[in-house]
């Protein structure tokens, strides 16, 4: 027998075919808490990718700022508000929104075992719940490490769509009411319309429900009469509850509900226009940047790499796939046959149920796509329906292993394992690294030179040097993650211009780090530029807003900087894009000169206050 830990451990549930008891459900939930520990825990040191956006938002939510109007931000409010509640529950501290990203991945793989197990049995609900314990980690690090929009949707995402197929099932024992189908609709709808608000994408589960139902009707008109499944009863059965049409309607109100308390919220704070601005206006503006050819070519290329280092879903989707179309083809094409295989004791139910996740699946992936960029993080859209195909597809080819010839089944066994295994090498080898760090005490040569290493270790020399400690930027060293944040304006009252920064550019994360309020509405130079952040450091670029919306946002930058006039400048972009610099733009020319270019730390160039900078040097002196 191969000897491969966690990838064995995956083979042998899914090729279990014994009932699973409630200890078994306990102890492999034990494996998912340990796993989503030990894969998430060593990465609490950093900041990754958006982060400091959602970290610095929510923190001027705590203070009492309204998001959008007084806040610039893009996404919509759902991951903001989720943050600012922490914040406001547990403090504004990193270990907060890491130990939280925990218990929401466990959340997940607990819907995800509910889910598997309705649809075909408790085994494939586990196995499911162990794969996104580990596979929700094993892609590029900032991007799943990290506590983004797409993360954060992928629990209602996952809920919703759970409930709204399971509104269409019936219950093991044959009987649902109709008022039970309703509030299924209805919850299902609102987690959807919760998702929604988190991320735009979510909107594409209601999509997904509309041709499940209509792939559900055809099904169904395809058996016989007297046949009731699991799904329902067919046609000429007397049928308690509601019709597709009313399921659909009842899932859209049910949207409705789940997405009233954030509008509710942008209404009652005033910034409606915003909201329209700076989510939807610019959100489908920045969707369309890219030309279709290039979004096409980007989603193969980005698809191909991603399940070329998550083999194991590939494999099991082919199973699954190829499976499902010839069980469709025999369906649609010949009914008799199906009857005289029902007659057999042939199950329809399974391949209904593989139909269901492939198709969940294309309309996830119809999502991903949509975004235009297929950055790392927009794969968690799709996971939750890899997930279940992946228990599923190892359960169907295990099961498939056995009637075939033991070499060809050892071949096809280890061709899985050694897969999985270089997924987990590939991916967490640096968290074997940081685990042997943190035992330690100190960092190896090999985590100083990772890039979210240096990257951090830079905007924390910022940070360190705009809030004047002693030894400036090179003092980075003796402070903690948190350190600078000791003794600053959100632990104390606002005293005066040192405790305001401003970033040009898109750094918040230096916001976070030196515990300094932001002296303007904008944390991104997107609105002020008309450039998305993501093309913004690059020659080639080209604004999506027009010089009178960009010159507007301007001007209310300079209004923001001239009632806090901050005592520290920072500008990020300029030093990748001169013609971005904050040096560009008439309108902030008079204000800047009262400000002087103290020199660069790292990619940074920082600007001081003249009247400040003079008193900085005569303390200098004296001391």
């Known amino acids: 027998m191969i000897n491969a830990g966690p990838a064995e451990s995956l083979i042998t549930l899914s090729g279990n075919t014994s009932s699973t008891s409630q200890l078994t459900v306990l102890k492999v939930f034990l494996v998912v808490a340990v796993a989503s520990l030990v894969l998430r825990i060593f990465y609490s040191g950093h900041l990754y990718e958006d982060d400091g956006l959602w970290f610095t938002a929510a923190e001027e939510i705590t203070r009492g700022r309204a998001l959008y109007r007084e806040i610039y931000f893009d996404k919509p409010p759902g991951i903001a508000l989720v943050y600012a509640f922490l914040f406001w529950i547990f403090g504004a ?121 209509v792939i559900w009707g055809l099904w169904r008109s395809r058996l016989r009469t007297s046949e009731v499944t699991d799904f329902g009863p067919a046609r000429g059965e007397n049928e308690e509850g509601h019709s597709s049409i009313k399921l659909i309607s009842l899932a859209i109100v049910g949207f409705v509900v789940g997405s009233a308390p954030f509008l509710m919220y942008v209404v009652a704070t005033h910034s409606m226009r915003e909201y329209w601005l700076y989510v939807w206006d610019w959100g489908m503006r920045y969707g369309s940047y890219n030309p279709a050819s290039k979004v096409i070519a980007s ?87 890899l997930c279940l195909i992946g228990a599923r597809g190892l359960t169907g080819i295990s099961a498939s292993l056995k009637k075939r010839d033991p070499a060809l089944r050892q071949a096809i066994t280890l061709i899985i394992i050694v897969g999985f295994v270089f997924t987990l090498i590939r991916f967490h080898g640096r968290t074997a690294i940081l685990a042997v760090d943190f035992v330690r005490g100190r960092k190896s040569d090999m985590t100083e030179g990772w890039f979210h290493e240096r990257i951090d270790h ?124 904050i040096n560009s733009y008439p309108e902030l020319g008079d204000f800047l000169e009262e400000y002087k270019a103290t020199g660069p730390v790292e990619r940074f160039m920082i600007y001081c206050r003249r009247d400040l900078l003079k008193k900085n040097l005569r303390k200098l002196k004296e001391q």
């Open 93 to 213: 501290h990193v270990l907060t929104i890491r130990l939280f990203t925990i218990i929401h991945s466990i959340a997940i793989s607990a819907i995800l075992y509910l889910f598997g197990a309705r649809l075909y049995d408790t085994r494939i609900g586990l196995l499911a719940a162990v794969m996104f314990a580990i596979f929700s980690t094993t892609y590029t690090t900032g991007h799943v490490q990290g506590f983004g929009t797409d993360f954060l949707m992928a629990l209602p995402h996952t809920a919703g769509t759970y409930l709204l197929v399971h509104s269409r099932l019936l219950r093991k024992d044959g009987v649902r009411s109709g008022s039970q189908q309703a509030w299924l609709g209805l919850v299902g709808g609102a987690l959807i319309g919760i998702a929604f608000q988190i991320n735009p994408k979510g909107i594409f589960d209601l999509i997904f429900f509309a041709l499940f139902l």
């Open 299 to 385: 989603g193969v290329t980005r698809t191909i790499d991603y399940f070329a280092l998550n083999n194991t879903f590939l494999i099991a989707l082919v199973f699954v796939g190829a499976t499902t179309v010839r069980w469709a083809r025999d369906f649609f094409r010949n009914k008799k046959k199906l009857e005289r295989d029902k007659d057999a004791s042939i199950d329809h139910t399974n391949p209904f149920s593989d139909a269901t996740l492939l198709l969940w699946l294309i309309v996830s992936y119809a999502g991903v796509i949509l975004g235009g960029r297929l950055y790392s993080h927009y794969f968690f859209q799709i996971l939750p329906a």
């Open 458 to 581: 830079e905007e924390r020399m910022v940070a360190a040097a705009v809030r004047d400690l002693a030894d400036g930027e090179n003092s980075v060293d003796r402070y903690g993650l948190e350190g600078m944040r000791a003794g600053g304006p959100r632990k104390r009252d606002v005293r005066g211009p040192e405790d305001y920064l401003f970033v040009w550019g898109y750094r918040p994360e230096i916001y976070y780090y030196s515990g300094l309020l932001p002296a303007s509405r904008y944390l991104s130079t997107q609105p002020l530029t008309g450039v998305p952040a993501d093309v913004h450091y690059f020659t080639d670029y080209r604004p999506i807003l027009s010089d009178s919306e960009t010159s507007q946002s301007r001007l209310q930058l300079l209004q923001d900087l001239q009632e806090t006039r901050p005592k520290y400048i920072v500008d990020e972009l300029g030093m990748f894009n001169s013609e971005l610099s």
